[in-house]
């Protein structure tokens, strides 16, 4: 279980008892926050999508089977929360326009700026995706989905699903190289 989720504090939420289940909000809301935001570049959107799955988890702590390890089922409830809200969204787009070319980034230079860069940071190259390429790439690369789920999930082809993980190497390979050209590296000792 993550650090601080007992089994008397799952006990307590499906009590109903309001003390544990802000408890176990204050626990799972980096987790589950982080995992939104991945996914949806709009930070209320986020933290709405975000408050609706835990409010999923909490209708369903009682029917969660005991052999499943908490943390993943959070997550599974948090990412199917979000591909649902991608699925109502009215500006869906079955698929993204606009392949970008590759260009020619000196290895070394992009190499030296991935050991520096931090998370946050390629967080920030993924908001920049488009959205159905971010949500594919997520789960496969992020998440470990297989394409065949992801699939099932976004009602997509398989091979539209290994396309989006190509297109967005693709295109986070060349903003992290135009990264690399642009900022200075961090020579300070840590």
């Not at 190259?125 to 992801?150: C, K, S």
């Amino acid at each position: 279980m993550t650090p601080m989720v007992t089994k008397d504090l799952i006990t307590a939420c499906i009590r109903g008892e309001r003390r544990a289940q802000y408890a176990l909000y204050k626990v799972l809301h980096p987790l589950m926050l982080a995992i939104c935001t991945r996914y949806e570049k709009d930070r209320q959107e986020a933290a709405a999508l975000m408050n609706q799955g835990f409010l999923k988890v909490l209708d369903n702590l009682k029917n969660r089977p005991a052999h499943v390890p908490f943390e993943p089922w959070v997550r599974r409830i948090t990412i199917n929360t979000v591909i649902d809200a991608y699925r109502r969204s009215k500006d869906r787009r079955m698929h993204e326009n606009g392949l970008v070319a590759v260009e020619d980034v000196p290895l070394a230079e992009t190499n030296e700026y991935l050991r520096e860069m931090e998370a946050e940071a390629f967080n920030e190259l993924l908001t920049r995706l488009p959205a159905m390429t971010r949500n594919v790439f997520n789960l496969f690369a992020i998440d470990g989905y297989a394409h065949a789920e992801i699939a099932q999930l976004l009602s997509i082809s398989e091979g539209t699903s290994k396309w989006h993980v190509s297109h967005a190497r693709q295109l986070l390979r060349e903003a992290i190289g135009r990264e690399a050209r642009t900022r200075p590296l961090n020579t300070q000792l840590r």
